[in-house]
């Protein structure tokens, strides 16, 4: 079993939809978690950081972290066709910041 | 600034090739870290380096692959030989001590034939 799941999509929706992105994990000791957007040739780029169980908002973005049930989310309101692209979970139960797991990521298509 | 700056973008070689990978850090950031990407098994941590001292190269998948970072403004990633299974997007990402999340390069697409 993989440390960290993804549905890997693709996943598309209009513009001006809510999206829901969302990652599995198997170890209970994770509590550090990021989301990362990766536009196609290009590399990832840090979007979100969470610490623990939670909510955390940034704009449209907001991060979900239920680590009772393993899940966390990324949910993006009023999508934009600027936010197509890849959209990878990372997590890690090490406090240095060296140790992530990253799932394989979900394709997201925003159609105007 | 200029990012994290990899090259070559992209890499053909033939089987049994050598292939070396290069990178060059933000300046100021002391961790690097060798990341490949593959549409199955997505982003594989490699080896990383902390004050250009090799920590953990648990990741490395074979003695095939070797890492260096002679000093804080260079790495490599060197496969000899190199094998079709190696066809992967390599990432280099760096990050500062006290931050959270790295920042990545835009990754060499190695395809070895």
């Known amino acids: 079993q993989k440390e960290v799941e993804q549905d890997p999509g693709p996943l598309s929706v209009p513009e001006g939809a809510i999206v829901s992105l969302n990652c599995t994990y198997s170890n209970s000791a994770f509590q550090y978690f990021m989301w990362y957007r990766q536009y196609s040739r290009k590399g990832p780029e840090l979007l979100m950081y969470t610490y623990s169980s939670g909510n955390k908002e940034d704009g449209r973005f907001t991060a979900q972290v239920d680590k009772s049930s393993k899940y966390i989310s990324l949910f993006i309101r009023d999508s934009q066709p600027s936010d197509s692209a890849t959209y990878l979970c990372a997590m890690s139960a090490s406090n240095t910041g060296n140790q992530f797991y990253f799932g394989t990521g979900t394709s997201l298509t925003v159609i105007p | ?113």
Request: charged share 20%.
């Open chain 2, 1 to 113: 600034d200029a990012g994290v700056i990899q090259s070559p973008r992209h890499e053909v070689t033939e089987m049994g090739q050598e292939v070396t990978l290069r990178c060059k850090p933000i300046s100021g950031h002391d961790y690097l870290f060798w990341y490949r990407q593959t549409m199955m098994r997505g982003l594989e941590l490699l080896i990383y380096f902390n004050n250009n001292v090799p920590i953990d190269d648990s990741g490395m998948p074979e003695d095939r692959f070797s890492a260096k970072m002679p000093n804080a403004s260079f790495s490599t990633l060197k496969i000899q030989p190199s094998e079709p299974r190696d066809s992967a997007v390599y990432f280099c990402a760096t990050r500062s001590g006290g931050a959270y999340g790295y920042t990545f390069g835009s990754g060499t697409r190695l395809t070895v034939v």
